[in-house]
């Protein structure tokens, strides 16, 4: 894989309420994971050792910003872009890789591959994390993932 591969999807939040953390983090795993298993799929994944930039914007409804001031976020309940940062991350395991979870193996004692454990996010060395307004209704995380 040539270096400068970009992975870039969104997540479309519109339709949750962002107060209802549970739901939130679980919309936002599976769909970071499903849409990097899709272009890896489609694109492909490095296939030798890796280092990745990950951007993330988190494009906000205008009701979550100050009204006198629409360029700074209100300080009020919900889920936010240091929130998403971490799922997003847990879920990149398609394009980036899946930790090994190891386990015992009960007859020799030894250590065995015992499936997958979130993903290799210490792959990323590079993030790039913003939000914007983006004065509507409508809430979206875009994610780009590139090969460093």
């Not at 339709?15 to 769909?31: G, M, P």
């Not at 990745?52 to 979550?64: A, C, I």
């Not at 993030?127 to 994610?143: C, F, P, Q, V």
Request: charged share 35%.
């Amino acid at each position: 894989m040539v270096k400068g591969v970009k992975w870039s999807f969104t997540v479309d939040l519109s339709d949750e309420a962002t107060y209802d953390r549970r739901k939130l983090e679980h919309r936002i795993k599976s769909r970071v994971r499903q849409k990097s298993s899709e272009l890896a799929k489609e694109i492909g994944r490095p296939s030798v050792p890796s280092t990745f930039r990950v951007e993330v914007t988190f494009h906000q409804k205008s009701g979550r910003w100050k009204k006198d001031n629409p360029q700074i976020p209100r300080e009020d309940r919900g889920v936010d872009l240091d929130n998403c940062i971490k799922w997003i991350f847990d879920n990149l395991g398609p394009i980036i890789q899946d930790r090994i979870k190891w386990g015992k193996d009960m007859l020799t004692g030894r250590s065995v591959r015992s499936g997958k454990r979130g993903s290799a996010d210490s792959k990323i060395v590079e993030l790039i994390a913003k939000k914007i307004n983006t004065g509507s209704d409508r809430e979206y995380l875009d994610i780009v993932i590139e090969s460093l």
